[in-house]
């Protein structure tokens, strides 16, 4: 399960293997079974993330 956060009223969400966060759950959920699965970060996937700060 992805994470799921609010910030600045927007909803986020969060990849837990690797703390990137997405605008859109299908990202997310992408970005955690690729790390889950292969324990690294796929650009193609994080291109899609959202800076946290
Ligand atoms: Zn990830």
Avoid: D, R, T
């Avoid at 293997?17 to 997405?22: N, P, Q």
């Avoid at 997310?28 to 790390?35: I, L, P, T, Y």
């Amino acid at each position: 399960m992805v994470k799921e956060l609010l910030k600045g009223g927007v909803k986020l969400y969060l990849c837990e293997a690797c703390g990137f966060a997405y605008k859109e759950k299908k990202w997310a959920q992408k970005c955690q079974e690729w790390c889950q699965q292969q324990h690294s970060c796929n650009l193609e996937i994080i291109q899609h993330a959202v800076p946290l700060e």
